[in-house]
Structure formats: C-alpha cells, structure tokens
C-alpha cells in the first residue's frame, strides 16, 4: 500500500426534503452574499430554485443568478461567473444541479481570489491558492462532483477539456442530497450517470499497487450496490430508495475512498475527453463506450485485476485470467446494453470517428504516456480506439 | 434509507514516517501550546514521543504531557487533562496511542471550554459545544477513535462506562497514521483490535431498516477485507501491507461510512462495556465473546441480516435464513479463536460471572429496552448473557 491523505470535509446531508435546509446551511457555513449557479429550466420548471430561494430569503442570505450551465461546461460561462462575483462582492457559491454546474461553480470559487486568468489551474501554469466556499445542491448522480476535489471544464477555442483535481480546496462545505429530485431525469441520462459513477470506481480498481484489499473490497461494494440498484431505477424512475442508493454511491465512488494506497490509472477519461469535446457526447455514453474498449485491451495486455473484478463482482468463475477478464467485459458490456447505453462508436452517434484527430489531439493534451495501471502510448490508444468500433 | 448526515471532516495521513508531520501539522491545523496525552511506557520505549517531540519543537510548538492513560480509561485523568490544560493555558491536544488515549483527549477537549464537570455530557445533562482541536497519532487500530465522533470513558465511582457519540465536535482535525508504529502490538492486542472494528460494523450492519444495499455492500467489503488480513498480521506482525489494511479498515469501521442511511443496533456494545467495566477486560476480547451470543440469539429470533452475512462474507449457501445464520456464528467463533481470542467468559478470564449484577447494571445504565436491530429487555439480554458461558 502506499502512502496517501484522505481528507473528505464535506458535510453531506441526505434524504428528503434536504434542499430546504440550503438557506440555514449557506448562512452558517458560506456567506450572506451568493451566487446560485445552475443549468436548464429544468430546475426552474420543477420548482427547486423557487425552494431554494424561498429558504435563502428566510436565512436572509442575498443571491444572484448565473444559469444556462451545459453538460461539457465550458470557460465562457466560469468567466462570466467570475466577473460577477467581483462586480457584486458576492462572497460564496451555490450550485444547484449536476457535475457541469458544480465543476463551473468550483472553477469561479477558484477564479475569483486569482489575479490571472483561471484557465491557468487547468494548464498546470499556476497552482489553486484560496477558493470561495461552495455549497451544492445535488440533482443528478453522476460526476460525483458533490463530494470530489475535481473540476472539469472545456476551453471552447481549441474544444481542449481538461481536468483538474485538488485535495481539498475544491471540496464543498456541504452538499444537500435529496435522491427525489432524480425521479425526473431522463432514463438515458440516469444510465449515463450509472456509468459515470462506475467508471470513477474502475479508473481507481485498476491499479498496479499490491496488497491494498480494503480499497479493493471498497470499490467492488460499492459496484455491486449499483449493480443490484441500476435496474431498480431504470424499471421505476420514483423508486425512492433505489434512487437513494444509487445517489450515495455515485458520491462514494468519486470521494477517494475507493483509492487509497494506491496509484490509479485515468486513460479511459483522458480518452473520453477527448471525444466528448470533439462530438459533444455525453461523457456517461462515451465511457460505456471506451471502457470496455480499454478493459478488452487489458484483459490480453494485463489481465489480472480485470481477472479479479470478474470473478468478484459478477461471479466468473474462470481460472485463467485472460479468460475471466473478457468474460467480466461481456458482463459489463451487456450491463451497459440493458441500461440503454452505447457499447461502440456507432451506437453512441458518431458514425465514422476521426480516430487520427482524437489519438493526436489526446496525446497532446495528456503527454505522450497514459494511464497508471498500463502505460499507453499512442500506439495501444489508437487499438483501444479502434476497439469502440 | 433513511436520512442521514455524512460529516468526516479528519484529515487522515497515512504512511511510512507520517508521524514526522505531527509538529507541522498541529501548527497549521491545530495552536501553539498543546498538551500531549499518552499511555503507558511503550510511546516512550518505543522512541516515537522522541520524535513527536523532535517534530513539535522545529515547528515552534510548546508542550506539556499528560501520560498513564489505561485500557477502559477513567474519568480522573480526564479532570486531570482538563486542570492542567486550564492552568498552563494549552489551547489543544496530541493524542499519541490508541482509543483509551485519544477518548481521554476528547473528553478534555470537550471539557476545557465547559464549566460545569465533563461527566455532564456522559451523563446527557449538558450538549457539548466548542471543544479544543484534537490531533492523533494512531498506535493501535481498535477503537476508530481516530476518525469518529464518540467517546468512552469509565467513572471509577461505581465503574460507571458510557459512550458519547457527536455528529462533528469530537472528531479529531488530523490523524496520522504509520502500520509500522503498530509492528510491535502484543499478539493478543492486535487481536483485540480486529475484533473491535468488526464490532464496529457489526453493530451498524445489523440494522431493520430496509434498502441499504451500498452501506450493507460498503460494510461487507470493510469484514471481507479484514478477514482476508487479519490472519496475515497475526502470522507475520511486521507485514507493513496487512497491517496498514487492518489499520485503515479500523477507521472505516467506525468513521461512519458503514452505517450511512440506517437505524443501527449498539446493544452488543452495551453488553460488553457492562463486561470490561466491571471485570476490566479487553473491550475486543469482551466483544469476541459477546457478539457470537448475541449473534446466535439473532439467528433464532431474527435471522434476515445474519443470513446474509453469512452468505455475502463467509461463503455459506445454506438456503434457510436460521441455518444460515447460525453457520455465519460458528464461522465467526472459529475465526476468533484462530486469533487467539476467547468466545466464552470462561476464556476471557471471568470464571463465574455475575450474570444478575451485569443485567441489572445494563438496564440501569443503558435502559429499560437496547438494540436497534431488535429491542432487548432483560430477559433477553440475560439470556444473551448465559449464552457466553
């Protein structure tokens, strides 16, 4: 096992009905001056905002508004966001939505106390120092950006998405977790979360790291639970307690504690980002399309966590690992099917990739190795692109 | 599920050597004049409280040392913490042990600022409000005091033993937490540990409340883990991995993430510390002898979650929940014993326990009814209590 910090200081709240506690919450722990961040009419619409204003204004807590949040956020809407903070000498952050509102509402908590551009952090040119605090309110289980040191955001000149990840200075102060407000999403956007969330937990799993059986046992709990709870909530959307279940688990699989000890991999996200930014697909769909392309490439190059993960979680019962490992990518595979999600290029929507664009585009936004687990260069991404075929 | 909050806010440290971070961090996290709590002569022996010391004066940290805290610790050194804090205006605390030591530092943080007895909050007279910043440096995994709320502390007058449990005020700022520092525990210590931090979850596993697959999931990974390793820091102590898998399994035992979104149980608990407080046993040792009996009681009376335990954890298939259950207990004792722990009073050293005395204290102390899982009066408990013998 090797050395690590885990240090997760956000308070979740839970359950039904949490989201009015948002006003009581911004005042104890944020400010009295905030901008509520959001995405959609969808939170409009469903009468969430109007709550949260309602508990806002009994808290006496000031606000003001950016919306129209997109999936695959972008740098224009963090910048707008900045600029009026600093203009309103608004003092904290609320998100209300999913992972593009949070990771925008952390990248503006990180932009406004820096004299340069906040695209900075994401380039590596300048390290994250002091962050506006942020409170979020969650409404679709996916990014598990609620409990996450991490922001991804996308420069629209150059459709360059990148990732960066903090220890704790992008951590909420709290997050209010209401799994009623997921009864709405769309099914293909409650299985794109689904997979999101699985893919958070594989991209730790698959570590070279030996003898680390408690993140390992962690992380293979945590995926049996959305295993046994994905269904639940495809079949019926209002299924409180599956929702429950799947909500809590998407914040576990992305919190850390699915990775102590241990060195992690990330190709298969580095990979999608660059297709969701190339074709604007959903980052769900587009890992339930990579990762059994890169699972497939491990089982023959480095079969035996994949051997492991097989035979534990979906009961293969293979001795050899190659052989088990491609059994567990069929299972996962037809997992993702039943959900409704795409397995190849095709079925996600984009019909004949630039595979060059996305090999080069891919190596010179992530270096010219990837992964932890298994070091690919562009020679193996370019097979595990054509894998997705 | 049930409603919950979810706040650990601990910054956990953990590694080779991560002990020579105590001065660093107890200035930064922490205040300039702490009082350092230890206990017996191994911290000393041992050559760590040298290097704690060595650590806190390159960080300009003064300190005063507060040592002899005992296994069951007592409520007079906590008024001893808390006059010595008072009149040398320490401002925090350096737990440098296992629970005994780190439970004393809480009670003393938690009484410093209060002026009424600390014993108030044991007793439920008064809420604990501000309490002084805590850091820990863990020496043995047992307890999980190191990352949770509560507090154990025994009052000599009438051998009184209570525990207190705080969403937030008694979790500790920092824990630094090195698996070599434990190579040294005695055989039957480290033991006695492995049987509380699978009490701990136990405890929270066995719940009635429904739909809970990913803390079950969560849980059933921790005792997997532990399982898997235990064996191993018995036969080899300085196997520094299996250590530091017991040693984190230890803290996710008991900071909460195994009991998320469900009423818990706690009467095993309840039953032991009436044991340990009145024949001053090892709290693990008293819960290797409880939790069978209690388990076994279950299994006739309430069989659901020990069945699947059995089946999820210890491989059982038998298909009838009762059977099930009871082949999970012997399971359990045979793992017990293979550590070298005892599963009946006669083995713990208590020849002829007064079963009436340990009822009656039970009930007076803890109430007319405990357990969450299933409500004990007396007659059961007293029958859970003959089934130790």
């Given at each position: 096992?090797?050395?690590?910090?885990?240090?997760?200081?956000?308070?979740?709240?839970?359950?039904?009905?949490?989201?009015?506690?948002?006003?009581?919450?911004?005042?104890?722990?944020?400010?009295?001056?905030?901008?509520?961040?959001?995405?959609?009419?969808?939170?409009?619409?469903?009468?969430?905002?109007?709550?949260?204003?309602?508990?806002?204004?009994?808290?006496?807590?000031?606000?003001?508004?950016?919306?129209?949040?997109?999936?695959?956020?972008?740098?224009?809407?963090?910048?707008?966001?900045?600029?009026?903070?600093?203009?309103?000498?608004?003092?904290?952050?609320?998100?209300?939505?999913?992972?593009?509102?949070?990771?925008?509402?952390?990248?503006?908590?990180?932009?406004?106390?820096?004299?340069?551009?906040?695209?900075?952090?994401?380039?590596?040119?300048?390290?994250?120092?002091?962050?506006?605090?942020?409170?979020?309110?969650?409404?679709?289980?996916?990014?598990?950006?609620?409990?996450?040191?991490?922001?991804?955001?996308?420069?629209?000149?150059?459709?360059?998405?990148?990732?960066?990840?903090?220890?704790?200075?992008?951590?909420?102060?709290?997050?209010?977790?209401?799994?009623?407000?997921?009864?709405?999403?769309?099914?293909?956007?409650?299985?794109?979360?689904?997979?999101?969330?699985?893919?958070?937990?594989?991209?730790?799993?698959?570590?070279?790291?030996?003898?680390?059986?408690?993140?390992?046992?962690?992380?293979?709990?945590?995926?049996?639970?959305?295993?046994?709870?994905?269904?639940?909530?495809?079949?019926?959307?209002?299924?409180?307690?599956?929702?429950?279940?799947?909500?809590?688990?998407?914040?576990?699989?992305?919190?850390?504690?699915?990775?102590?000890?241990?060195?992690?991999?990330?190709?298969?996200?580095?990979?999608?980002?660059?297709?969701?930014?190339v074709y604007d697909v959903a980052h769900g769909a587009?890992?339930?399309?990579?990762?059994?392309?890169?699972?497939?490439?491990?089982?023959?190059?480095?079969?035996?966590?994949?051997?492991?993960?097989?035979?534990?979680?979906?009961?293969?019962?293979?001795?050899?690992?190659?052989?088990?490992?491609?059994?567990?990518?069929?299972?996962?595979?037809?997992?993702?099917?039943?959900?409704?999600?795409?397995?190849?290029?095709?079925?996600?929507?984009?019909?004949?990739?630039?595979?060059?664009?996305?090999?080069?585009?891919?190596?010179?936004?992530?270096?010219?190795?990837?992964?932890?687990?298994?070091?690919?260069?562009?020679?193996?991404t370019r097979l595990i692109y054509q894998l997705t075929?």
């Open positions: 096992m090797e050395n690590f910090t885990f240090w997760t200081p956000t308070k979740y709240v839970f359950g039904r009905g949490v989201e009015m506690q948002a006003g009581q919450l911004t005042a104890s722990m944020l400010a009295r001056k905030v901008l509520i961040v959001y995405g959609g009419h969808s939170a409009e619409a469903s009468g969430l905002l109007g709550r949260v204003r309602e508990s806002l204004t009994e808290a006496d807590v000031e606000w003001r508004e950016l919306g129209g949040i997109r999936p695959n956020p972008t740098d224009d809407k963090v910048r707008e966001g900045i600029e009026m903070m600093r203009a309103d000498g608004l003092e904290a952050l609320l998100a209300v939505g999913g992972g593009s509102v949070i990771d925008t509402a952390k990248a503006i908590a990180a932009g406004v106390p820096y004299e340069g551009d906040f695209w900075d952090f994401f380039e590596g040119k300048a390290e994250i120092g002091d962050t506006l605090p942020l409170g979020v309110i969650l409404t679709i289980p996916a990014a598990g950006s609620e409990g996450s040191g991490n922001s991804v955001i996308t420069k629209i000149d150059g459709k360059v998405k990148i990732s960066i990840r903090t220890e704790v200075a992008l951590r909420p102060k709290f997050a209010l977790m209401n799994p009623e407000l997921t009864f709405t999403l769309p099914p293909y956007q409650t299985a794109c979360g689904i997979a999101d969330m699985m893919a958070h937990i594989f991209e730790r799993y698959f570590s070279d790291t030996p003898c680390v059986e408690i993140t390992d046992r962690v992380a293979e709990g945590v995926l049996m639970a959305i295993i046994e709870e994905a269904p639940k909530v495809m079949a019926n959307p209002t299924d409180y307690d599956a929702r429950a279940n799947i909500m809590w688990s998407g914040t576990l699989a992305h919190n850390g504690v699915c990775g102590t000890g241990r060195k992690e991999d990330w190709a298969s996200h580095a990979m999608e980002h660059e297709i969701s930014a587009g890992l339930s399309v990579v990762f059994p392309a890169w699972m497939t490439f491990m089982a023959k190059n480095h079969p035996e966590k994949g051997a492991q993960l097989a035979r534990r979680i979906w009961g293969v019962t293979e001795a050899d690992d190659h052989k088990a490992a491609i059994e567990g990518v069929m299972k996962l595979k037809q997992f993702f099917k039943d959900l409704g999600l795409p397995v190849t290029m095709d079925e996600l929507g984009v019909k004949e990739p630039d595979i060059d664009l996305l090999v080069e585009r891919l190596h010179r936004n992530k270096g010219a190795v990837i992964g932890g687990y298994y070091p690919l260069t562009s020679t193996e075929l």
